[in-house]
């Protein structure tokens, strides 16, 4: 199983920083189906070959899931493409 462990750090408070992320799984439920919960500051998330969870901490966000097999395939766009978005967000 591959993983993606990602930590961007960012400047807003952490109320606009889980609204912000709150943004971001709505783009995911309606693109890709996925289900998320948040689980105190962590925003759980997950669908076929995929689970994993986004942690709002003061100053940073940390990205971690693990890919199965068919995800793992494609593990470098994945993470570019949050990478990505972490960027324009945050």
Do not use: N, T, Y
């Amino acid at each position: 199983m591959s993983r993606i462990d990602i930590r961007h750090a960012h400047a807003l408070s952490k109320a606009q920083a889980r609204k912000a992320v709150e943004e971001v799984a709505r783009k995911l439920q309606e693109r890709f189906e996925v289900d998320c919960a948040w689980q105190g500051d962590a925003l759980h998330f997950s669908r076929s070959g995929v689970d994993g969870q986004i942690e709002v901490q003061d100053k940073a966000l940390h990205v971690h899931a693990k890919l199965g097999f068919l995800a793992a395939m494609f593990k470098e766009p994945i993470e570019a493409e949050i990478r990505r978005v972490l960027k324009e967000k945050f």
